[in-house]
Every structure is written in structure tokens, then in C-alpha cells.
């Protein structure tokens, strides 16, 4: 019993030895001093040696400044700073759709900013959005919006060619005279300056042709009697005359393009049979004369038709089986 007792006590001591040891070790990682650890809030859960990631923000800020860079804001420049560019291919302008553009101008303002060149007396010239211009000047607006480009003279016509077409605003003769300019000064091929408009060379070479209508049809065209499609096939007839006269019937019939590629084709076909007859030539006399000489000889209506100097074709009419036995007869004789 002595040792079964003996046994028990040291147990015991040994359990109450390794809870001192707990107690002790808990104490010396601060959980003792619960009350102070708690009652400094959740910064006491938060080390205070943790550095915000910083490299984030430099890419953030890297990233705008970018697009800062790419898409740049545009600049209100003072409306009586700026001035048209005088190589501008549009020439005219309608008054009612500018009056138009200027009311929407004061109710929306300007929706799109110009396209300008600064130049060197420090005014501003316009490459494009010149109707705009006109239009914001109308509504009494005092700047405009506008993003500042340095094109040389080259690009400068192709830009504003080139918004010109992709608006529609060109007539057909403006479009032309444009086309033209830019490959005279500056030595383009068709084939070059179509790759420049994302147009065909037959669509450039068909515009270009539209400049030998006789002046009076491009006039019709510019004021807009006439559309590019009435221009193109005006365009395939020769004579200025014949030209003004069709277009005349074009705008007096109403006729659409179909209609006018029909009466072209009417107007090229009666021209081919009454096409002015060459000098009277000698070998003309001498057919003339034979023919003047068979009608006479068969008393019938005879027609001699050369096709060349050693072929043609004679034709002899008759009416009646006894006419028909009557010319055999001749010939036979």
C-alpha cells in the first residue's frame, strides 16, 4: 500500500510540474498580459512592419499617363484664330444645312473637334471640319475645340480629301479637281493615289474623266442638278454640244442614271449613222457612177455598197416574178 501511494503522489506532482511549465511558457508569449494586448485595438493584430505594395501604384500611374499620351485632350482655340485652309477641295457650302448645323451647335455644342494646323503667325489652320467652323461662327461661339496636328502640305490634302470623301460632302467636280491636284503636284500614279484613298484605279481614272464634260454640264453637277452617276455617263460622249444637250434632257425628263445610260446609248447610235461624211473622194465618184449607170441599164433601183477597194456588194431590186425574168434577160445578153 505504502508504494501504491508512493506511486500516486509522484503522478500527481509530475502532472502539477508540466502545468506550472504550461503556464509559464503561455505567460512569457504575452497571452499574460491579455487586458494591455487588447486594449491597443486591431493595430495590436496588424504588425506594424508590413509595407503597402508600392510597386501597384507605379504601374496604375504608368498606365494613364499612357493613354494621357495616345488620346490627348483636345484644345479650345479662339474661333477668329483660326482660318481656312485655301487648298480646301470642298468649295461649296449649303446656307440652309449650315444655318441647320448652327441651331444643333447652340443646343448641343460641338461634337467633334477640328483637325487644325498651327502656322507660323500664330494662327490656326483648319485641315479638317471646316463646315463645323462655319457653322460654330454662325452660332456666335467664341472657341471651338480643336486637335493640333503638324502635317506637311501633302498630308494635309490627303486628310482632308480623304474626310471630305468619307463624309460625302464632295460633289462630283470638286472630288475630280481634288483627286487631280494632289497627283500633279506631288507626281502620284493613279495606282498610288488609289492605295492612299482605299479606292480602286478604274474608280480614280472614271472620276478624273468626269473633268472633260463641257464646263455648263459641270456646273449642273456642282450645283447638284446632276449626281456623280449622271456626270460618269454624261462623260462618255464626245461632242461639249451633245453633252449640254443631254444633261438639258436629264434634268427636264427628271431621269434617273439608268435612264441616262439608255438615252446615251440611244444618242451614240443615231451619232454612228450620221457621223459627218469624209471629202468626197475620187473612188466615191466612180462607185456613184456605176450605180447611176446599172440603174439605168435594168430600169430598176440599184444600190452599190463598197466595203473595200476591191470588195463591196451590188444589190438589184425587183417587185414581180416577170421584173425578176426581165433583169435575167439583161444579164444574159
Given at each position: 500500500?505504502?508504494?501504491?501511494?508512493?506511486?500516486?503522489?509522484?503522478?500527481?506532482?509530475?502532472?502539477?510540474?508540466?502545468?506550472?511549465?504550461?503556464?509559464?511558457?503561455?505567460?512569457?508569449?504575452?497571452?499574460?498580459?491579455?487586458?494591455?494586448?487588447?486594449?491597443?485595438?486591431?493595430?495590436?493584430?496588424?504588425?506594424?512592419?508590413?509595407?503597402?505594395?508600392?510597386?501597384?501604384?507605379?504601374?496604375?500611374?504608368?498606365?494613364?499617363?499612357?493613354?494621357?499620351?495616345?488620346?490627348?485632350?483636345?484644345?479650345?482655340?479662339?474661333?477668329?484664330?483660326?482660318?481656312?485652309?485655301?487648298?480646301?477641295?470642298?468649295?461649296?457650302?449649303?446656307?440652309?444645312?449650315?444655318?441647320?448645323?448652327?441651331?444643333?451647335?447652340?443646343?448641343?455644342?460641338?461634337?467633334?473637334?477640328?483637325?487644325?494646323?498651327?502656322?507660323?503667325?500664330?494662327?490656326?489652320?483648319?485641315?479638317?471640319?471646316?463646315?463645323?467652323?462655319?457653322?460654330?461662327?454662325?452660332?456666335?461661339?467664341?472657341?471651338?475645340?480643336?486637335?493640333?496636328?503638324?502635317?506637311?502640305?501633302?498630308?494635309?490634302?490627303?486628310?482632308?480629301?480623304?474626310?471630305?470623301?468619307?463624309?460625302?460632302?464632295?460633289?462630283?467636280?470638286?472630288?475630280?479637281?481634288?483627286?487631280?491636284?494632289?497627283?500633279?503636284?506631288?507626281?502620284?500614279?493613279?495606282?498610288?493615289?488609289?492605295?492612299?484613298?482605299?479606292?480602286?484605279?478604274?474608280?480614280?481614272?472614271?472620276?478624273?474623266?468626269?473633268?472633260?464634260?463641257?464646263?455648263?454640264?459641270?456646273?449642273?453637277?456642282?450645283?447638284?442638278?446632276?449626281?456623280?452617276?449622271?456626270?460618269?455617263?454624261?462623260?462618255?460622249?464626245?461632242?461639249?454640244?451633245?453633252?449640254?444637250?443631254?444633261?438639258?434632257?436629264?434634268?427636264?425628263?427628271?431621269?434617273?442614271?439608268?435612264?441616262a445610260e439608255e438615252l446615251t446609248k440611244e444618242e451614240k447610235a443615231a451619232t454612228k449613222k450620221k457621223s459627218p461624211k469624209k471629202e468626197t473622194s475620187?473612188?466615191?465618184?466612180?462607185?456613184?457612177?456605176?450605180?447611176?449607170?446599172?440603174?439605168?441599164?435594168?430600169?430598176?433601183?440599184?444600190?452599190?455598197?463598197?466595203?473595200?477597194?476591191?470588195?463591196?456588194?451590188?444589190?438589184?431590186?425587183?417587185?414581180?416574178?416577170?421584173?425578176?425574168?426581165?433583169?435575167?434577160?439583161?444579164?444574159?445578153?
Amino acid at each position: 500500500m505504502a508504494a501504491k501511494s508512493t506511486s500516486k503522489a509522484t503522478s500527481k506532482s509530475a502532472k502539477t510540474a508540466s502545468k506550472t511549465t504550461v503556464n509559464s511558457a503561455t505567460k512569457s508569449k504575452g497571452l499574460g498580459s491579455r487586458s494591455k494586448g487588447l486594449g491597443r485595438g486591431i493595430n495590436a493584430l496588424i504588425p506594424e512592419d508590413i509595407e503597402e505594395p508600392k510597386e501597384e501604384k507605379v504601374v496604375v500611374k504608368e498606365v494613364v499617363k499612357e493613354v494621357v499620351k495616345e488620346v490627348p485632350a483636345d484644345t479650345k482655340v479662339k474661333i477668329s484664330l483660326i482660318e481656312p485652309n485655301r487648298d480646301q477641295p470642298r468649295k461649296a457650302f449649303d446656307e440652309d444645312a449650315l444655318i441647320e448645323l448652327s441651331e444643333s451647335i447652340k443646343q448641343y455644342g460641338v461634337l467633334q473637334p477640328l483637325l487644325v494646323q498651327k502656322k507660323d503667325n500664330n494662327y490656326y489652320e483648319i485641315i479638317a471640319g471646316e463646315r463645323r467652323w462655319r457653322a460654330s461662327k454662325k452660332a456666335g461661339l467664341k472657341t471651338i475645340p480643336a486637335i493640333v496636328r503638324d502635317y506637311d502640305e501633302k498630308k494635309i490634302r490627303e486628310v482632308a480629301l480623304i474626310e471630305n470623301i468619307q463624309r460625302q460632302d464632295l460633289n462630283a467636280i470638286e472630288t475630280a479637281k481634288a483627286i487631280k491636284e494632289l497627283m500633279e503636284e506631288h507626281a502620284l500614279t493613279q495606282e498610288e493615289l488609289a492605295k492612299t484613298l482605299g479606292k480602286s484605279r478604274s474608280a480614280i481614272a472614271n472620276t478624273l474623266r468626269i473633268l472633260n464634260l463641257d464646263e455648263r454640264v459641270q456646273e449642273m453637277v456642282q450645283e447638284g442638278k446632276l449626281t456623280e452617276g449622271h456626270a460618269r455617263t454624261l462623260a462618255s460622249i464626245e461632242s461639249p454640244q451633245k453633252q449640254y444637250k443631254l444633261a438639258m434632257d436629264i434634268i427636264n425628263l427628271d431621269l434617273s442614271v439608268r435612264d441616262a445610260e439608255e438615252l446615251t446609248k440611244e444618242e451614240k447610235a443615231a451619232t454612228k449613222k450620221k457621223s459627218p461624211k469624209k471629202e468626197t473622194s475620187k473612188l466615191e465618184i466612180i462607185y456613184k457612177d456605176i450605180e447611176n449607170r446599172l440603174k439605168k441599164a435594168l430600169e430598176t433601183k440599184v444600190s452599190f455598197r463598197p466595203m473595200t477597194k476591191s470588195r463591196g456588194k451590188i444589190i438589184i431590186e425587183y417587185y414581180t416574178s416577170e421584173e425578176l425574168e426581165r433583169i435575167l434577160e439583161i444579164l444574159e445578153k
